[in-house]
C-alpha cells in the first residue's frame, strides 16, 4: 500500500513540476528545486529582514570581509518565486562589495531569472529590498558597532 502511496506522490510531484516550467523559466524552476542558498549564516556581518505586501519574509545574511561579501543566504515563508528570488539576489551579491551590492535591483533579479510572471514580480522586489536592508545594516555596524551589543540581547 504505501508504494502506491510513493508512487502517486512521486507522480504528483513531477506533475507539479512539469505545470512549473511550463510558466517560469529554467532558472526560476531550478533555483526552487535546489536553493544554493538557501540557510542562514552563524553570526553574520550583517541581516536584513523584509515582508512584502504579500505576506512573504524573506531574511538575508551576509558575511562580509574587508567590505566584499564573501557568502550570502537568506530563510523565506514565501513561495517558490520568492525562493528563486532569494536565491538570485545572494548568488548576484557573493563576490561583489557591499557598494556594488546595492545596485543590485529588481530589474537586475528580474533579467538573471529570465523574468517571472506579472503576479510574481513583487517578489524580485522583496529580495532586493531584503539584500538592501542586510547592506544597511552592514553599514550601521561599520559606524556603529557598539550596537552589535544592544541586538543580540
Request: with cysteine.
Amino acid at each position: 500500500m504505501s508504494s502506491d502511496f510513493d508512487q502517486a506522490m512521486e507522480e504528483m510531484q513531477a506533475a507539479i513540476i512539469e505545470d512549473a516550467r511550463k510558466t517560469y523559466s529554467e532558472g526560476v524552476v531550478q533555483r526552487w528545486l535546489n536553493p544554493r542558498q538557501l540557510g542562514e549564516i552563524r553570526d553574520p556581518q550583517a541581516c536584513g529582514k523584509v515582508t512584502g505586501p504579500c505576506g512573504d519574509t524573506v531574511q538575508i545574511f551576509l558575511r562580509i570581509e574587508n567590505d566584499r561579501i564573501m557568502d550570502a543566504r537568506f530563510l523565506t515563508d514565501g513561495c517558490m518565486t520568492t525562493i528563486a528570488a532569494g536565491c538570485m539576489a545572494c548568488e548576484l551579491a557573493i563576490g561583489k562589495t557591499y557598494k556594488k551590492a546595492f545596485a543590485i535591483t529588481k530589474e537586475l533579479i528580474l533579467e538573471q531569472l529570465g523574468g517571472l510572471p506579472e503576479e510574481s514580480v513583487h517578489c524580485a522586489l522583496l529580495a532586493s529590498n531584503s539584500l538592501r536592508a542586510a547592506l544597511t545594516d552592514y553599514l550601521d555596524f561599520k559606524s556603529e558597532p557598539w550596537k552589535r551589543l544592544y541586538k543580540k540581547q
